[in-house]
C-alpha cells in the first residue's frame, strides 16, 4: 500500500513536492494571524496568561499580589448564548421555475436528519464559540460506510476542534473558501495507533507548527496531512428533447446514431468548466494514501470567522478578545494594586532603632504577620524617651478605584458589549434607554451571529451537491 515503485513512485514524489511547497505557502500566509488568535484564546481561557511574564515574576518575587479577576469569558459567554438560543437553520427553497417545491421539502428533510444523527449543533457551536474568542471556526463534512457489512454511504458532520489546523490557498478570495485551489488539515495520530494503520511507513512527521500537544510530546505522536486540490475539468453539456418534448441537459455524450430509434434529439451544445476534488493524506516522506476523487465539486471544511478586514492586500481575522486585552490587564494591575494598599494599612511600619529591638530581633521581624499581645523592646540610651510607634498607615486612594471603574467600563466598550446587554444595572433610567444601549451591544456582535449563518449556507451548498451521488438508493 505504501511502497510503490516505477511511474507510481514517480507521481508520488511529484506530488509529495507539490504538497510541500503548497503548504509552506498557505503556512506562511496565516502563520502570524493564527499566532495572534491563539494569544487571544490563552489570555481568555488559561489561567496565568494576563500578565507579562516579566512583571508577574517581579511581583511574586516581592510578594506582591497579581490577581487575574477574569472578566472577559463572562462577555464571550453572553454572545454564545445568544446564537445557541437563535442559532441559523438550513432550508432549502426552489430558485426557477423548473425547481419542484417538494423536492426542495425533501432535502430539506435530508439535511435535517443528517444533522441530528450527527450531532450537528455541537459542530456549530464549537466552531461558533472559537470564531467569537479568537476570528477562527471550523467544521467538516465527510461521508461514512451506514453499516459494516454495507456498501451504502451516510454523510457525516463532524466538528473540528482546533481551527488552526486548516491551511486553505492564500489566493482564495472569497468568503467562504469556495474558489480555493487547495486546503489542508493536519491531524496527530498516537504512534501504536500510525504504525497499526501505516505498517510500512516512516515514522516521520508532516512539518506544522499549529497543533502542538506539549502533554504528549512530539515523540508520541505522528502528524500526517489530508490535502484536498480543486481542479477545473472541462466537459461538454448536452441539451436534448425527448419524445414528449420536454428538455434535459446530460454531461453524458449522446449516441448520435440511436437517438432517433428512441424519438429524441440534440438541441444544444456547449463546453462547460466543471470542477473536480482530489484528496490524498501524507506524512513528510510519502503518499499515506493514494490520491483518490472525492465525490462532491466542493472542498468539504466549512469555515466561520470573526470579523475580516483586508489590510494593504492581508486579511485580518479576530474575535472579540483582541482589543480587550488591555483594558483587561489595566482591570487586574489596579485592582492588585488596591488590594495591596488596603492589605497594608493595618500593618504599617514600627519606628524604632536598631538597640530597641536588639535583644528581641526574632520576634520583631515577624510581627507583621503574627498578632503577639505584646512586642518587648529596651529603652535606647542614646534616647531614653523614644518608645516605639507604628509609621502613619498608607491610605487608599481614591484615584486607584476611579481607574479600575474606568478600566471596567474599557472592557464594555472594547468588547462590544455594555451592561445593559449583560443585564447588569446601568445609569439608563428610561426602558427605552435600555432597550437602546441593549440594542447597541446586539448591532455590535450580530457579525458573529450572521457568519454562523453564512458557514451554514455554505454547508447547505456542499450537501445539495453530495446528497444526490451518496443517497443514490432506495433506504
Known amino acids: 500500500k505504501i511502497r510503490r515503485t516505477g511511474v507510481d513512485a514517480l507521481k508520488d514524489k511529484d506530488l509529495l513536492k507539490e504538497i510541500k511547497d503548497r503548504f509552506q505557502e ?12 491563539i494569544e487571544d484564546l490563552n489570555f481568555a481561557y488559561i489561567p496565568g496568561s494576563q500578565w507579562s511574564t516579566e512583571i508577574k515574576s517581579e511581583r511574586i518575587r516581592d510578594g506582591r499580589p497579581c490577581f487575574e479577576i477574569n472578566k472577559v469569558p463572562y462577555f464571550i459567554d453572553q454572545v454564545i448564548g445568544d446564537i445557541r438560543q437563535n442559532e441559523p ?49 471550523a467544521w467538516r463534512v465527510n461521508t461514512q460506510y451506514s453499516q459494516d457489512d454495507q456498501f451504502d454511504q451516510d454523510i457525516v458532520i463532524l466538528r473540528i476542534k482546533n481551527p488552526f489546523t486548516i491551511y486553505w490557498d492564500p489566493s482564495a478570495q472569497k468568503w467562504d473558501k469556495s474558489d480555493a485551489r487547495y486546503c489542508f488539515v493536519t491531524e496527530k495520530i498516537p504512534k501504536d495507533q500510525f504504525k497499526k494503520e501505516y505498517p510500512d511507513a516512516s515514522l ?25 486540490t480543486r481542479e477545473i475539468e472541462n466537459k461538454k453539456l448536452y441539451l436534448m428533447q425527448d ?13 448520435m446514431e440511436r437517438l432517433p430509434e428512441f424519438g429524441w ?11 473536480e476534488v482530489k484528496w490524498c493524506k501524507a506524512n513528510q516522506s510519502e503518499i499515506l494514501e493514494k490520491q483518490t476523487k ?23 481575522y479576530r474575535g472579540m478578545v483582541r482589543y480587550g486585552k488591555d483594558s ?18 493595618p500593618k504599617a511600619p514600627y519606628l524604632v532603632s536598631a538597640k530597641m529591638i536588639a535583644n528581641y530581633q526574632s520576634k520583631w521581624d515577624t510581627a507583621h504577620k503574627k498578632n503577639y499581645p505584646y512586642l518587648p523592646y529596651e529603652p535606647d540610651p542614646t534616647n531614653p524617651q523614644a518608645i516605639p510607634h507604628r509609621a502613619e498607615p498608607i491610605m487608599a486612594s481614591s484615584g486607584i478605584g476611579f481607574e479600575v471603574q474606568v478600566a471596567d467600563q474599557e472592557m464594555h466598550d472594547t468588547l462590544g458589549l455594555q451592561q445593559a446587554s449583560l443585564g447588569q444595572k446601568s445609569n439608563e433610567k428610561s426602558g427605552v ?25 455554505y454547508e447547505a451548498r456542499i450537501l445539495l451537491d453530495l446528497i444526490p451521488k451518496i443517497y443514490d438508493t432506495a433506504r
Not at 456549530?124 to 476570528?135: P, R
Not at 414528449?244 to 453524458?252: H, K, Y
Not at 434529439?265 to 470542477?275: F, G, I, M, N, S
Not at 434607554?433 to 449556507?457: C, S, V
Open 89 to 137: 437553520s438550513i432550508k432549502i427553497k426552489p430558485v426557477d421555475s423548473r425547481a419542484d417545491p417538494k423536492t426542495a421539502e425533501i432535502f430539506t428533510g435530508l439535511i435535517r436528519n443528517i444533522e441530528v444523527q450527527n450531532d450537528a449543533e455541537i459542530a456549530y457551536d464549537t466552531a461558533a464559540e472559537s470564531a467569537v474568542a479568537c476570528g477562527y471556526g
Open 294 to 316: 472525492w465525490p462532491g465539486k466542493y472542498i468539504p471544511i466549512v469555515m466561520v470567522y470573526g470579523k475580516e478586514i483586508n489590510i494593504e492586500g492581508k486579511t485580518k
Open 265 to 275: 434529439q440534440l438541441k444544444k451544445e456547449r463546453d462547460v468548466e466543471a470542477y
Open 26 to 37: 498557505a503556512h506562511d500566509a496565516v502563520d502570524a494571524d493564527y499566532t495572534e488568535a
Open 328 to 345: 483587561q490587564r489595566l482591570y487586574n494591575m489596579f485592582r492588585s494594586t488596591g488590594a495591596e494598599v488596603i492589605a497594608l494599612v
Open 433 to 457: 434607554a435600555i432597550l437602546a444601549r441593549q440594542k447597541e451591544g446586539d448591532t455590535a456582535q450580530y457579525p458573529y451571529y450572521d457568519n454562523l449563518g453564512r458557514a451554514m449556507k
Open 204 to 228: 516521520m512527521s508532516f512539518e506544522a507548527s499549529k497543533d502542538r500537544n506539549v502533554l504528549w510530546g512530539t515523540d508520541k505522536t505522528i502528524r500526517v496531512v489530508e490535502y484536498f
Open 243 to 255: 419524445q414528449e418534448g420536454q428538455l434535459f441537459t446530460t454531461d453524458q455524450e449522446p449516441d
